[in-house]
């Protein structure tokens, strides 16, 4: 046997032993990429949870509490003072208490006719639920209308509209809402189209609520294509 024959175990061997060399400094590479994402996961898990026991619940409890006195003012009467909770707890809290709040408060401002200040806390709230969150564009609307903001207040009824998803008490009357503003605006034809659509969706509607939509519908007409 050649002595280069001799070599190539050796050769091969030596590869070898090279090559499990590298494989062996590759998994401590890993393991050490591995580890140090482990510890990034387990801090960003210890700091939700820090978030959520030492910070969003006492939070929360804090926010329930301070509008629950603020629904029991409310209940008894006490408007004015309901009015001040209410805004202390938007204008300090988030969470779901916080939300609710500007909502409320919305409301009592404008019971009071102070509609710009009730926009300011109505652009604050977070819509969510269909018929609330309807409700709360529909509030806004009226302020603008009360402020002579027509094209505004059109722009929110149609988010009312579309937020009461065909709610076939509600929806309707979002759009008479919204009639009503194209009427102020002589905008006739638009009104109509209104009309035309809420008896071909929803034909029970003026009948159940002692609203004459056919007569309505004409005299739009009539004034549209007076124009």
Do not use: W
């Not at 709230?125 to 269909?130: L, R």
């Amino acid at each position: 046997m050649s002595k280069k024959q001799t070599e190539l175990p050796e050769t091969g061997l030596d590869n070898l032993n090279d090559q499990l060399t590298s494989m062996t400094a590759k998994v401590q590479d890993n393991k050490k990429l591995i580890s140090i994402v482990s510890l990034i996961v387990v801090a960003i898990v210890a700091i939700i949870l820090a978030y959520v026991y030492f910070f969003r619940g006492p939070g929360i409890n804090k926010a329930n509490d301070a509008i629950g006195a603020a629904d029991l003012a409310l209940a008894q009467g006490n408007d004015s003072v309901a009015l001040a909770q209410y805004t202390q707890v938007a204008d300090k809290y988030g969470f779901e208490a916080g939300n609710r709040a500007h909502l409320q408060a919305a409301i009592l401002l404008y019971e009071k006719g102070e509609y710009d200040k009730a926009i300011k806390y109505l652009n604050d709230y977070s819509p969510a639920e269909d018929i609330i969150g309807a409700a709360a564009y529909s509030l806004k609307g009226d302020c603008y209308v009360n402020t002579d903001k027509l094209d505004e207040a059109a722009k929110c009824f149609k988010d009312a509209i579309k937020q009461s998803n065909d709610n076939p008490a509600y929806t309707p009357f979002f759009m008479m809402k919204l009639a009503r503003v194209y009427a102020a605006q002589n905008n006739h034809a638009e009104e109509a189209k209104i009309y035309k659509e809420i008896l071909e969706k929803y034909p029970t509607y003026g009948s159940s609520n002692q609203i004459d939509i056919e007569k309505l519908l004409d005299r739009a007409e009539l004034q549209s294509a007076a124009k």
